[in-house]
Each structure stands twice: as structure tokens, then as C-alpha cells.
């Protein structure tokens, strides 16, 4: 990183505990046709903005700001490259009306690149347009277009297997040491929530210890009404680790199956789960989809598909991010050994596939980081079919040549080793453990395809569980795995991981790092960009 961001960032933390307090904004630069609301100091009802505020998907020129009031109001957002806010850029923002759950976002545009960027959010109320909530700050900054410094997180698991929110144990304080870093952004690989695991009081944890959580209402059942959804990413904002890190580290999310349910497609059968009285499964996957993405600090695609989730994230000359969903597109779960491709075999989706292809084409970076929620060579199971079969999760079956949703990830290989794709790299999480595999065609049963890396991490705050069985069909090979004795270890053990990239902006060299709960590297790989790669100037 380097020492002028370092510098301004320290500075904005020195100050921000001023900021965060003060009464009225001063006068400050407007946006054409955006009138500045009156200001006065109140110390009575005002909106508050308890979940604190997200930034995610910065660009080079844009950053996407996102809060909650906790009445109709309407937000309002500042942003100077000074931590003093000595000139602001005050922009009107959208309403947040009980129609969202009173959440907004703002997408800032015309931002410089490579630039730190201080912003401070508030909340005009509706029924008196003279009182604004209390501020409160944050801080990123913008992709590069030049080739600098580039340093990343990625991780998990958020909130799973009963482990809350323990303010005895320092609440979800990897987000702490994830923060401590200072990375330019943060790859949540999804299961930002669990919306089917309850959240009690008290949990037995390992060597007799007792985990002690904050409970909500929403959380205490699993969720299957819209505010209970919505409930889960508010009790997540509880944790005010996560919401330091909010303010500071931009996100980029992407989804799973505990954004809605344990391993969710269109076979999923709620009839014998007593827990749930709601039965109609494609209404909760609605529901979960609808608070997801109100609650996440993501840009919405557009009008053509308003929730799609995969999409792109330039990061200047050394760096592209594609973010992929590898379950709204998918068929139902079954053995996946169906020997010819067909809707049942879906997992990413013909049209995602070719974006994706379509992209990594186009893409000028050195590297191409594909952001994936599952991992491609690990066997992860979802019981047993009607004729007493193994039935999968993910893209993998087992051992053997290619077959069921093996037929999209062989077609993803095959065309970025055709096309002449290099530095391709995936990150994921999901199996609550970390892993570094290198996927070896010459230990493959498919060999049509260049060697690469892939790494996992998490969980951040859920049980520990692992290691999961190899799939042969892609070769992959575990270079590293860090893993609990038994299954669903409690965030007691320490056996929470995230990940760490950095991309040296000189030699483009990549390191990649797996870090436990305390912020210690168990293991670093250093990767050199392959000779071919195009290197030129990027924009947006």
C-alpha cells in the first residue's frame, strides 16, 4: 500500500471520531438541480442509521454507497479527497422508504482514479425536512488505471451453525483483522447470512466451553417471512467490527445457498422440515433473494435482469474481477453423472457462460481473478436421491471423466486454453476450511485445459468443518489445507481463515496468503504472470 494512502487513511481515522459526531455539514459543493436541505441541531427523534453504511463495487471513476435509516427519509452523501472535508460534494440520494426496508444506495460517479475518497452519509427525515441524522463516515479509494500496489481479501461463511455475534468473545473480530490490513477491497464469496440456522442464546462449543450470542427475534427461527430475511443481515450489522470495516473496506458480494436455504436448487423439498411452516420453497427463495439484494452494497445490472449477480469489476491494468453465481442459473440437484449436457445439468447457465467467455477474452489485465462460490474439485454433497443415489452440490460427482455439471466447467477450461487466457486465478470459499489446490492436467481424466490455482478460505464467523474429498476429473491437487479435528468447531478454536492477494504494481507479481482469525499467515504462494499477457490502458 502505498504511504500516502496509508497517511490519509490515518488521518480520517484520527478525525472521524470528531466527524462522526458533529451536528450540521458545512457548506459544501453541490450537484446541479440538487438543492441543499436547511440544516438545524437537534437533540431530539432524528433518523438513525444504525447499520452504519457498505461501499461496494468501486471502479475507477464510481463507488457504490449504501445505508439504512430506520424511518422514510431521504440520504444524502458527501465525499471530499481531504479527511478534513474541508470541500465537499454534497449529492441528493433516494428515498428510503419501508418499501426497501428503508434501505438506499448511491452510485457515485466522476470520481478520479487511483484516488482516496472521504465520504459521510446522512438521513433527512420526511416529516421534518429541517432534521438530518447524525453522519457518519467512511473512506476507499478508487481503482487505479496505472499499474500500482494492489492488495485484496476474500472469505465466507458469515454468521453460521448457531455462532452469532458473542460480545464475551469480541464479536466476529476477524473483520478486525481483516481491516488491520488495509486492503483496497473485500471479495465476500458469499453466505453473507445463514437463514436457516437459528441463533440461540447459549451453544455448546468444544472443550466445554459455552458460546454466548445476541439474539434477535429474526434470527432466533429460521427465516422464511421478508423482515425475517432482512432481519439477519441487521443482526450482522449489530457486530460493530463488521460495521468499522463497512465504513472502510469496499465489498464486492456475491451469494450461495444460506442466503435462502442449505444447499437450495429446484429439487429442494420442504414437506418433512417441521421447521419450516412456509412450504413453498420458490416463495423463500424470493424472499431471500429480495432482502439480499437490498441489503447488499452492490450495483444492479439494469433493467434487462434487475438481480442478476455475475458480473465484472475492473481493477486497472493488473486486474479484472469476475464475479460469478453459481446458483440462480442452476437445475435441480441430483447424481450428476448425466452422460450428455441438458437443463438438468445447469450450473452456471449458457448465458453466464458466455459473458464469462465473452470477458475473459476482452479482459487486458495481467490478471483474471475468477470469484466463484464453490470450488470446482471438491466433492460437497446434498444426501441422496429417490433411488438412494448421491446427490451433489457443486459441479463435481466424484471420481471419473467429465459428466453432469462437470460439462460447463470442462467447457470454461477448454476455451480460456484455446482462447490463450492467462493468469487465471479462482478464490472461493464455502467448505469452512482453507485450501490452496493447483489443478494438474496430467493427474486429470480431463486433460484439455492449462494448469491453474485455486484457493478457499473462510469461514469468518460460522463452524469450522473439513477436509472434503477430491474430484480426479480436473486433477486437482491439495497443495495446503488447514482444517478442525471435528466437525463444526466452534470460532473458539481459531480455525477462522480469509484470505489476503497482493499484486506487486511493479513485477505484477501475485502473492496469495491464507490468514487465521488473528490475522497470521498459515500459508503464502507466490504466483508470476505468464508471459503473452496484454498490458494496456484500462478504463471503466
Known amino acids: 500500500m502505498s504511504s500516502h494512502h496509508n497517511n490519509s487513511r490515518r ?105 482516496d475518497v472521504f465520504v459521510r452519509v446522512q438521513f433527512q427525515d420526511l416529516s421534518n425536512e429541517r432534521v438530518l441524522s447524525e453522519p457518519v463516515l467512511g473512506h476507499f479509494r478508487t ?33 478486525e483483522a481483516m481491516r488491520q490490513t488495509q486492503p483496497d477491497f473485500f471479495i465476500h464469496s458469499g453466505d453473507n447470512i445463514y437463514a436457516d440456522g437459528p441463533i440461540q442464546e447459549y451453544q455448546n462449543a468444544e472443550n466445554g466451553l459455552i458460546w454466548h450470542n445476541i439474539v434477535t427475534p429474526e434470527v432466533s427461527k429460521v427465516a422464511e417471512t421478508l423482515d425475517e430475511f432482512r432481519g439477519r443481515y441487521k443482526y450482522n450489522l449489530l457486530d460493530e467490527n463488521v460495521r468499522r470495516f463497512n465504513a472502510e473496506v469496499p465489498q464486492i458480494w456475491q451469494w450461495d445457498d444460506h442466503e435462502v436455504m442449505n444447499n437450495w436448487s429446484d429439487s429442494k423439498d420442504l414437506m418433512a422440515d417441521a421447521r419450516y411452516t412456509e412450504k413453498n420453497a420458490p416463495l423463500l427463495f424470493a424472499r431471500g433473494a429480495h432482502a439480499f439484494l437490498e441489503y447488499a452494497p452492490m450495483r444492479y445490472a439494469g433493467t434487462e435482469e434487475s438481480e442478476r449477480v455475475y458480473r465484472h469489476i475492473p481493477y486497472g491494468r493488473l486486474l479484472d474481477v469476475f464475479v460469478l453465481d453459481m446458483r440462480s442459473y442452476r437445475g435441480p440437484n441430483t447424481h450428476n453423472r448425466q452422460t450428455e449436457p441438458g437443463d438438468e445439468t445447469a450450473f452456471l447457465g449458457a448465458e453466464q457462460i458466455e459473458w464469462l467467455k465473452r470477458k475473459l ?112 476429473t480436473f486433477g486437482p491437487q491439495v497443495m495446503f489445507q488447514k482444517f478442525p479435528p471435528a466437525p463444526n468447531t466452534s470460532p473458539f478454536a481459531g480455525l477462522q481463515f480469509f484470505g489476503q492477494v497482493d499484486i506487486d504494481g511493479r513485477t505484477a507479481e501475485m502473492t496469495v496468503s491464507l490468514k487465521d482469525i488473528d490475522g497470521n499467515t498459515v500459508y503464502s504462494k507466490e504466483l508470476r504472470p505468464e508471459a503473452g499477457h496484454r498490458h494496456h490502458h484500462r478504463e471503466d
Not at 480520517?12 to 438545524?40: E, N, Q, V, Y
Not at 449529492?91 to 444506495?105: F, I, K, M, N, Q
Not at 470442462?410 to 492467462?422: G, N, Y
Request: hydrophobic share 40%.
Open 11 to 115: 488521518q480520517f481515522i484520527k478525525s472521524s471520531g470528531l466527524l462522526i459526531g458533529a451536528a450540521a455539514i458545512p457548506a459544501a459543493t453541490m450537484r446541479p438541480g440538487h438543492a441543499a436541505p436547511a440544516i438545524i441541531t437537534l437533540d431530539g427523534a432524528r433518523p438513525q442509521l444504525a447499520q452504519g453504511i457498505q461501499i461496494g463495487d468501486v471502479r475507477s471513476s464510481r463507488a457504490l454507497i449504501w445505508s439504512r435509516s430506520d424511518r422514510p427519509a431521504r440520504m444524502w452523501v458527501e465525499y471530499d479527497f481531504d479527511p478534513s472535508f474541508a470541500n465537499p460534494t454534497r449529492v441528493r440520494g433516494p428515498y428510503a422508504l419501508e418499501t426497501s426496508d428503508y434501505t438506499a444506495r448511491l452510485d457515485l460517479t466522476g470520481l478520479p482514479a487511483g484516488r
Open 143 to 175: 481503482a487505479p488505471n496505472e499499474a500500482s500496489d494492489i492488495r485484496f481479501l476474500w472469505s465466507g461463511d458469515t454468521a453460521g451453525q448457531g455462532w452469532g455475534i458473542n460480545p464475551e468473545f469480541g464479536g466476529m473480530k476477524i473483520y
Open 361 to 472: 477474452r476482452e479482459s487486458k489485465a495481467v490478471w483474471k481473478v475468477i470469484a466463484a462460490d464453490m470450488p470446482l474439485g471438491l466433492n460437497i454433497g446434498d444426501g441422496k436421491d429417490a433411488e438412494g443415489r448421491a446427490r451433489w452440490e457443486n459441479s463435481s460427482n466424484g471420481d471419473g471423466p467429465v459428466l453432469g455439471r462437470e460439462f460447463e466447467i470442462a467447457d470454461i477450461l477448454r476455451f480460456i486454453k484455446r482462447q490463450h487466457v492467462r493468469n487465471v486465478v479462482w478464490f472461493t470459499a464455502d467448505v469452512h476450511y482453507c485450501a490452496a489446490h493447483y489443478y494438474d492436467p496430467d493427474k486429470a481424466q480431463f486433460q484439455d485445459f492449462e494448469p491453474f490455482w485455486e484457493f478457499v478460505s473462510g469461514p469468518l464467523n460460522a463452524g469450522s468443518f473439513g477436509p472434503n474429498t477430491l474430484d480426479n
